[in-house]
């Protein structure tokens, strides 16, 4: 267990890819899986033993101080730093160094959800007696990611923009142990990225950077889809959390929803507290937001339905993010990334994508 050890976890992206769905919650605080999507980090950070936790922000902080306090409910204690402007990821860590007080602090992104081992990663670093540690997940491509060799010793050898033919499968996870006088290190009060600057100077001054290299689940929660593939696998127990707020499986339905008992609703779908599901509609794999209603014979795939919107009779979203109030007519069908802005209404039969037959 990680007692001896502090996390910082750096937050508060404006998230302009979902904003469609929301037009005030920063994407760490979107319900995912029925919790803010942050729960289920901070959940994962106290099942690893760690106990304090410094939420490094600049962006609607008081969003999340409201919501988890000092952190006692989750058992920690949650210390929020706020950034008078945005300083990038090291610039970040830099900021937080003077709450800091554990020779090794765990560093996460606080837009990937993954399942690591935590204590190993710990392990790796101090096991290495490396300056600075990287959780590296091996992906099926790289070639959408800037990816990490390290050497038959496991010591990290370069930083690597994206290509086309990628020397190796292994990319930068978001989840980093650093020596704390390595954070002193960074310069402090300006923008400073650890992948561009951070990490290469530690590497050309000599210093050990280690890789912790596995194949566990991770996501980068960056897009809309993103989020609603991460939501599912919580759901369904492919992604592990105990922040979830009941039992794993084909569907989470939270207090309040009515769902008819002839619709389907199963691929990780999370139903939102007070949803109505109506006569034969079918939803999968899908998030449907508090107060949202889905009408009969309604399809919703892989989409997500923001709070109070309302999808009628025999529409069809599929792989769409509907924001929040909004209404999808009945028979409109929408399809392949398509985003509905808040409080927008798309009249009966208003738009449709299937080919004429």
Not at 131 to 144: F, G, S, Y
Not at 254 to 261: D, S, V
Request: aromatic share 4%.
């Amino acid at each position: 267990m990680l007692h001896d050890v502090e996390a910082v976890v750096l937050v508060g992206g404006k998230g302009t890819r979902l904003r469609p769905l929301t037009l005030s919650a920063p994407k760490p605080m979107l319900p995912t899986a029925g919790v803010p999507f942050l729960a289920h980090l901070l959940s994962r950070i106290r099942e690893a033993g760690v106990r304090r936790v410094v939420l490094g922000t600049s962006y609607l902080a008081e969003t999340f101080s409201d919501h988890f306090g000092d952190g006692s409910a989750l058992g920690l204690e949650i210390e929020y730093v706020v950034e008078n402007e945005p300083l990038g990821t090291g610039g970040g860590i830099r900021n937080v160094y003077k709450h800091l007080s554990a020779d090794d602090v765990l560093v996460f992104n606080g837009d990937v959800l993954a399942g690591t081992d935590l204590t190993a990663v710990v392990d790796t670093h101090r096991r290495t007696k490396a300056d600075a540690t990287l959780h590296l997940v091996r992906v099926q491509d790289p070639r959408a990611f800037g990816c990490v060799p390290t050497d038959d010793d496991g010591r990290v050898t370069a930083f690597l923009e994206k290509t086309e033919d990628p020397p190796t499968d292994q990319i930068n996870a978001g989840c980093y142990v650093f020596r704390r006088e390595v954070i002193e290190s960074i310069p402090e009060g300006r923008p400073v990225s650890v992948e561009r600057e951070t990490f290469p100077g530690l590497l050309s001054s000599g210093a050990r950077v280690s890789g912790h290299v596995d194949v566990a689940y991770w996501r980068d929660m960056g897009t809309p889809m993103d989020l609603v593939r991460g939501s599912a696998d919580l759901v369904r127990g492919v992604a592990p959390s105990a922040a979830l707020p009941g039992p794993t499986g084909e569907s989470l339905v939270l207090e309040g929803a009515r769902i008819h008992p002839t619709a389907r609703v199963a691929g990780g779908t999370t139903v939102g507290r007070n949803v109505t599901i109506g006569k034969g509609a079918r939803i999968e794999g899908s998030m449907l937001f508090d107060g949202a209603v889905v009408g009969d014979n309604a399809r919703v795939l892989h989409a997500v339905v923001g709070a109070g919107a309302r999808i009628d009779e025999s529409a069809l979203v599929s792989e769409t993010v509907i924001g929040d109030r909004a209404v999808v007519g009945a028979h409109c069908e929408l399809r392949h990334g398509m985003r509905v802005w808040p409080d927008v209404v798309l009249p009966p039969h208003g738009i449709r994508f299937s080919a004429d037959v």
